[in-house]
Each structure stands twice: as C-alpha cells, then as structure tokens.
C-alpha cells in the first residue's frame, strides 16, 4: 500500500517525484532475507504498575530502565526481582540479556511486575527460540514456586461510593 502511494505522489506531484523515486529504489534494493534478532517481548501486571521485559540473546546483562539491576531500591524488595534468575540458576540465564521499562503503581507493585515480567520473559523466549519441552520445564518450576511469577493478579482497587468513606464502609447511621 506505501509502496503503491509512492509511485503515485511520485507520478502527481513534481517537486516529490525525484525523492520519491530514490526511496522506492532504495526500498527495493534492501535485502529482503535480513535476519531478524532472537528476541522477545513479555509484560508484568501487578495492581497499577505495568513492567516490560525484552529478553535477547546477549551477555547476561539485566538492566532496568537503563541502569544495572542491582541498583532496584528499596533493597529489602530486590531479592523479589532476582528470584526468576535464582531459581532457574545461571546456566539457564547466562546468555540472555533483559531490558526492563516499569511504569505506574508504587514501589512495591513495581517490584511484583518487574519479576513477572522477567519470568514471562525467560519462559516466552525458550517457547520461541529454544525448545517447548525447556519451556514447559521451566514455566512448570516457577509456577511451583510462586504462581503468580506466571499468571498476573487480577485484584484492582474498588472505587469509592457514596454514602460512606470508603468502597464499603458506610457513614453510621443516626435517627436523632
């Protein structure tokens, strides 16, 4: 469809035919067979806060939002984002380099995405790349361990009604 309206503005258009000549022909001169990188794209959810996770093959680096993974504060909370690595072990994440973006929520819903996220990550590229017997492996040890590294929590917050303070709390009730 591009390519058909670049041959028409080209063939209406005076001052665009020269331009857009050179692009079609250098849109037809690229190869076709480009290898296409080994990577994925998995999301964590948790409350508010939305994670993403790009997992390639790489080096091992794990970085979030640009900096090293080791820098996720608060620190008690860290250890959460670490356990997918930690409990597939090393030889299993060695050659996978992950970028994470989070947005929303607090701190702590942050963390609960981030290694939904990782976990989805690593299961989704071993789907894709590696083998399904691998990937049934190792979504069959996360969900062992902790179901929710796998499967998003669907608890939201309830809005507030009238009549009270809160969701379901009421005002109490008076006659006099």
């Given at each position: 469809a591009i390519l058909a309206q670049g041959i028409h503005l080209a063939t209406t258009h005076p001052l665009w035919?020269?331009?857009?000549?050179?692009?079609?022909?250098?849109?037809?001169?690229?190869?076709?067979?480009?290898?296409?990188?080994?990577?994925v794209q998995c999301f964590g959810r948790k409350k508010t806060a939305v994670a993403v996770a790009l997992v390639k093959a790489g080096t091992g680096q794990i970085?979030?939002?640009?900096?090293?993974i080791t820098t996720v504060k608060p620190d008690i909370l860290r250890?959460?984002?670490?356990?997918?690595?930690?409990?597939?072990?090393p030889e299993r994440t060695k050659g996978l380099d992950i970028r994470l973006r989070v947005k929303g929520g607090g701190y702590t819903s942050q963390v609960y995405a981030l290694r939904q996220a990782i976990a989805k990550g690593i299961v989704a590229y071993n789907q894709k790349f590696i083998d399904e017997a691998t990937k049934k492996e190792i979504k069959d040890q996360l969900m062992q361990y902790d179901r929710s590294l796998i499967v998003a929590d669907p608890r939201r917050c309830e809005p507030k009604k009238f009549g009270g303070r809160s969701a379901r709390a009421r005002f109490q009730k008076s006659y006099r």
């Amino acid at each position: 469809a591009i390519l058909a309206q670049g041959i028409h503005l080209a063939t209406t258009h005076p001052l665009w035919s020269r331009l857009s000549l050179h692009l079609l022909s250098t849109m037809q001169a690229e190869n076709p067979t480009k290898a296409i990188p080994e990577r994925v794209q998995c999301f964590g959810r948790k409350k508010t806060a939305v994670a993403v996770a790009l997992v390639k093959a790489g080096t091992g680096q794990i970085r979030l939002n640009g900096c090293p993974i080791t820098t996720v504060k608060p620190d008690i909370l860290r250890v959460k984002v670490y356990e997918p690595l930690l409990l597939l072990g090393p030889e299993r994440t060695k050659g996978l380099d992950i970028r994470l973006r989070v947005k929303g929520g607090g701190y702590t819903s942050q963390v609960y995405a981030l290694r939904q996220a990782i976990a989805k990550g690593i299961v989704a590229y071993n789907q894709k790349f590696i083998d399904e017997a691998t990937k049934k492996e190792i979504k069959d040890q996360l969900m062992q361990y902790d179901r929710s590294l796998i499967v998003a929590d669907p608890r939201r917050c309830e809005p507030k009604k009238f009549g009270g303070r809160s969701a379901r709390a009421r005002f109490q009730k008076s006659y006099r």
